[in-house]
């Protein structure tokens, strides 16, 4: 494997297990601590229904994408983030607090970021396997 792989490897490795230790700490803070106060600023539509906690998980990580989406792009007219923003048109980003906002983006920005990093590591293991 060539000297600029194995950084370039080193660092996406890095970034991957950063991403994901961000990603366990973020959820686990936001679910055991903050996710009822989260859905009492958010007050997303699909809490109409039933209640945050009688949902499956994954519908309650949609719920919470769909925050992260408002936070992150709240002006997007395209794609997912317009359905998110479209649903949650009621909140302004400025006013949620940082205590909030943290978890949140801590916990799909890890994802997001992270599923680019594991794609990069497995990119680069498959060229250095291959020379």
Known sequence: MSEYLSVALHFAFTTFVTCAMV???????LMLFKIR???E???HPYLKERAFNQYSLSIQMTIVLDYFLRLAFPKSKKWIAANANELLKHVDPQDIPTNIK???????????????????VW????????K
Do not use: E, H, Q
Request: include cysteine; hydrophobic fraction near 60%; charge should be positive.
């Open 23 to 29: 990603f366990f700490i973020s959820g686990a803070y």
């Open 37 to 39: 106060y989260a859905n």
């Open 41 to 43: 600023l958010f007050k």
């Open 102 to 120: 943290w978890p949140i983006v801590g916990l799909w920005g890890g994802c997001l970021i992270g599923m680019v990093a594991m794609l990069t």
């Open 123 to 130: 990119t680069l293991l498959i060229i250095g396997t291959t």
